[in-house]
Nanobody
């Protein structure tokens, strides 16, 4: 099993910056990709970004491309989401996810089998 704990959420002004962290524990070596998803009130959970733990390849939703950066610190078993120039529409609960299963789209939340509890981000 893999346990995920997010931190770093809070309130930020539009145009500012915020960094979210996701600390992984357990069988972390088994995760082949990590991702951030978000869910705003009344909306479905949507994919934000993915990083492949082996090669470091990254992928972003169009809505955050050029503003957000996903990265990893393998020594600390931590994945980050650097949020630059956030907008009010980025307000949501942000979830970290890990996939120990292979195949499928990195955008598909069904392909991630471990989830954190979430951290709230509010942009005003």
């Amino acid at each position: 099993h893999v346990q995920l704990v997010e931190s770093g959420g809070g309130s930020v002004q539009a145009g500012g910056s915020l960094r979210l962290s996701c600390a992984a524990s357990g069988y972390t070596y088994s995760a082949n990709r990590m991702a951030w998803f978000r869910q705003a009130p009344g909306k479905e959970r949507e994919w934000v970004a993915t990083i492949y733990t082996g090669g470091g390849s990254t992928y972003y939703a169009d809505s955050v491309k050029g503003r957000f950066t996903i990265s990893q610190d393998s020594a600390r078993n931590t994945v980050y989401l650097q949020m630059n120039s956030p907008k009010p529409e980025d307000t949501a609960m942000y979830y970290c996810a890990a996939a120990t299963i292979y195949g499928g789209s990195w955008r598909d939340r069904a392909r991630y089998n471990y989830w954190g509890q979430g951290t709230q981000v509010t942009v005003s």
